[in-house]
């Protein structure tokens, strides 16, 4: 499968090149794309750098600070247009363990449409996390998975990989979010297309270099959007705008969402269940317009 990891920043300079290193150890064969926001720390002259040593790293200047969801939507275009079977999500401050990236990928290669690397399934965890913040996050996780009927225990999880015809499917550039609100809009439209989405257990680690991207602005996006959704497809059933059907059933039955299916993905490391929260995406990255992708030397 030729796989593409994209890794939104916005001054990540102190995280960048460490991360570029450690998933290129875990994927060997995977191709890399930054998407940094024109950080003012050189962050993407970093990773031009990285590419120098490690190879197959693109990296895509976008124009302004503008958003978690602006970059992903810009990089799924970057994917679809190169032909890319599979597209990970991951953020570059190191709170998504890239030695797990591995599991995510067995996990699509055998059948599952969406891979997340969950904190709150048996084996998952956060690492030096305030109690505070386990609250909001668990809470957070609970209402959006039972308002919008999800079945999934970490729905604003930032670590994913995706079939990218599964993201094709749901119409990634017509989706509105922009902070973490955008990782469960794409939950809700795959899983009403009826996605095999799976939970991988991974520790979320929280960042111990650079400046999270996490406000409170971000929280209440989601929020909303979550409580809309819900009102308009569960209680007023207008159904919002409806994705395309999948084109074939061969990974997971299409249907209006209620066949979607949800399952845990077992782990050998620790039984026990994770205690962590909060919103884990918190790069921000702009929006597709004025930017620029240097395409670098690729050895696939």
Known sequence: MRTLVIIPTYLEAENIADVLGQVRKAAPHADLLVVDDSSPDGT?????AANDELGQIDVLVRPGKDGLGGAYRAGFKHAFSKGYDVVVQMDADLSHPPERLPALLAEVDGGADIAIGSRYVKGGATANWPLVRQIL?????LYSSTVLGLGVRDATA???????????????????????GFQLELSYRAHRLGAKIVEVPITFNDRVRGVSK????????????VTWWGLRDRVFRRGGPSPRRRASASHGAAGDGEGATSTVATDSRSSDAGTGTGADSDAGAGDGAGSSVETTANAN
């Open 44 to 48: 993407a002259d970093l990773a031009r």
């Open 158 to 180: 930032g670590y994913r990989a995706y079939r990218a015809d599964i993201l094709e499917t749901v119409e990634t550039s017509a989706t509105k979010a922009t902070g973490y």
């Open 214 to 225: 996490m406000s409170w602005h971000i929280i209440g996006e989601a929020m909303w959007l």
């Open 137 to 141: 996050s668990r809470m957070g996780n």
